[in-house]
Nanobody, 123 residues
Framework: VQLQASGGGLVQAGGFLRLSCAAS????????MGWFRQAPGKEREFVAA????????SYADSVKGRFTISRDRGKDTMYLQMNSLTPEDTALYYC?????????????????WGRGTLVTVSS
């Protein structure tokens, strides 16, 4: 099982980043996927999720209208386009594969987790 998140970095407030999550086909092709994040001293929180076919997406209220989740099944890769970043978006971002075809916000619904990629937004 392999999940590799990448694309994190340091960006100024108002800037943008695109995160990628490469997954092995065996683990992700028929499953939903999602992004979570954990800021220093805080609990891990849901960011966004996408269904196995990309048709259904969901977002945390805090990122709606700024972040866009997508996936390319041909490349077995999921993306998170993050625009209008604020210092409150600073966190370690994790990608995960859901146990089901349509992913939701609950962390318990995810079976596989990748290592995080750090996003730091300076003010």
């Amino acid at each position: 099982v392999q999940l590799q998140a990448s694309g994190g970095g340091l960006v100024q407030a108002g800037g943008f980043l695109r995160l990628s999550c490469a997954a092995s086909r065996r683990t992700s092709s028929n499953n939903g996927m999602g992004w979570f994040r954990q800021a220093p001293g805080k609990e891990r929180e849901f960011v966004a999720a996408i269904s196995w076919n990309g048709y259904y997406t969901s977002y945390a209220d805090s990122v709606k209208g700024r972040f866009t989740i997508s996936r390319d099944r041909g490349k077995d890769t999921m993306y998170l386009q993050m625009n209008s970043l604020t210092p409150e978006d600073t966190a370690l971002y994790y990608c995960a594969v859901s146990r089901q075809a349509v992913a939701g916000p609950g962390a318990d619904g995810y079976r596989y987790w990748g290592r995080g990629t750090l996003v730091t937004v300076s003010s």
